[in-house]
């Protein structure tokens, strides 16, 4: 448990660091809603019913799609996912 605790605050350090790209911090988010994922399984698989889990696979599926979908729309708009080149205030 303490591993994936340790992988958590270390994708979590990643994400606040990303400055650059609009993809990775999409892709850092999603490992660490697998690793939230994984931690869930070892809760729920142990002492809680396995409900909960769908659920949890419901808010994974629509963050993942709302992301993907302001990432198409930056990328139409901007033209690139780089967050250096972009202006926010004329978003």
Do not use: Q, R, T
């Not at 606040?16 to 698989?45: A, D, K, P, R």
């Amino acid at each position: 448990m303490s591993l994936n605790f340790f992988f958590f605050w270390f994708i979590f350090m990643i994400y606040f660091m990303n400055f650059f790209s609009f993809l990775n911090s999409l892709l850092i988010l999603e490992s660490l809603s697998l690793l939230i994922f994984f931690m869930f399984v070892y809760i729920f698989f142990c002492f809680f019913s396995l409900s909960m889990i769908m659920y949890f696979f419901v808010f994974i599926v629509c963050e993942s799609a709302i992301g993907l979908s302001i990432l198409v729309s930056i990328v139409k708009f901007y033209g690139s996912v780089n967050f250096n080149s972009m202006n926010f205030l004329m978003f």
